[in-house]
């Protein structure tokens, strides 16, 4: 991507990685330990942007991962594989894959008003889900868990049934999908896509030299 | 997987890593080109073991990779990236995917007799059709190719019709299949299964610590 300005931008003005997740994906939720501490080495911020993996499955025409036959027991394998080499703690919840339209809506809502506190409560989110193997699948629970964090319940109890906050998180699907968004976790790092836990590598080198 | 001596096996007697790749497939191209160097690192051989992914498919449901809508693009430029970051030279062949019968069976009928042989014809059939794009798809070309290294040309020929020989792919595969092989590349090590060329860094440290 070429620069419009003639010197080179600070890291307080470089583009945040744009980090696309379902809260129902596993994989999601590992790159999710790691994408804030990589963004930190080389001065980015990460913009945590929920999408629903069943829309998106609709376009490619996707199963759920876990439920394909071979694939499925490798995937579940991998996973738990996965996690111990990032060191990364992994309990699976009952259910899988899972709703997570109000954790997704949440997000948005919290985020138009504080961006650090949206993607605090999403990292509690997931590790709710997927650290503890906790169901996040309810409104009341994802209200309760962003309430720890000093989001006001009553205000996004009442957010969570709001017509336009369920437009906002179908624009922002529609808008992933249209940024190529066909998978969890993708990023996006100055117009580059990476699509998948495994390509925090690309990512990091990508960030570190540019693109090559 | 529990050992049968009591005594540590030295590196000769160490199971080879078994890798599955449907010549067809470019991750598994680019993985080639890594297996043997980390297989020597670590006192190992390995086992190369040509599918079809075409059989595969059916038991998994997917599609050609290149074909999906979003993931399709995707892919074609994360190949790209891929072989980059691995220092690995890619030329797309003009047909993707392409029917791989010949090459695959050509690798079997070669390895009863020498396994280095076919290891050395298939690292050549990969790189006729990744490296430099070219096609070989016809069985005049694969075995133009397994002559080039000393193959008998007119014996070879013969074997791509042989009925046995026929039948030695078709059983290879469904044994893939039901060892659990669900894509390509598709690595074994030590009873552990690992897919993707994304995967080779999980493959190196199973190698180095013989699990996590």
Redesign the interface.
Known sequence: MAESSDTAPSSETRAPIEFYFDFSSPYGYLAAHKIDDIARLYGRTVDWKPVLLGV?FK?????PLLD????G??AH??ME??A??LGVPLAFPEVMPFPSIPAARAVYWIKDQDADLAATVARALYDEAFGKGGDIRDAEVVVRIAAEHGVDADALTAALGDPAVKERLKFEVEAA?QA????SPFFVVDGE????A??L??VE?WLATGG?
Request: charged share 25%; proline share 6%.
């Open positions: 998106i376009s490619t025409g996707a199963q394909i036959p071979l694939k027991a490798y394998r991998d594989r996965t111990r080499f999908l190529g968004v066909c998978g896509p990476f699509w998948g495994d390509r590598d690309h080198r090559w």
